[in-house]
Nanobody
Framework: QVQLVESGGGLVQPGGSLTLSCAAS????????MSWYRQAPGKERELVAG??????????NYADSVKGRFTISRDNANNMVYLQMNSLKPEDTAVYYC???????????WGKGTLVTVSS
């Protein structure tokens, strides 16, 4: 059974930091590109950061709005992906989703999301 379980969300003040975690199971983790998406109230879901799979390689990419503040990383030994978020802003408030995809095969999975609220 495929599972992507996000954790680490919560309430943080502007300028603060949070680290989101995504625990993956039920698929060959290292073969999948992993990404974080977010969806703010009333807005469409958007890509925050993506990290390539081990076999394909490539570069890590970030949304312009988070470059220099967020860092995505993966631990292939433990099937985990992380999003370190620094200098958080109120506009970062959203539900953050973990996403796994193996595009050449058209296979993808979503987590259920974790809420991040940036407010004083």
């Amino acid at each position: 059974q495929v599972q992507l379980v996000e954790s680490g969300g919560g309430l943080v003040q502007p300028g603060g930091s949070l680290t989101l975690s995504c625990a993956a199971s039920g698929f060959h983790f290292s073969s999948y590109a992993m990404s974080w998406y977010r969806q703010a109230p009333g807005k469409e879901r958007e890509l925050v950061a993506g990290i390539p799979s081990v076999p394909v390689g490539g570069i890590i990419n970030y949304a312009d709005s988070v470059k220099g503040r967020f860092t995505i990383s993966r631990d292939n030994a433990n099937n985990m992906v992380y999003l370190q978020m620094n200098s958080l802003k109120p506009e970062d408030t959203a539900v953050y989703y973990c996403y796994a995809d193996r595009m050449p095969y058209g296979v993808s999975y979503w987590g259920k999301g974790t809420l991040v609220t940036v407010s004083s």
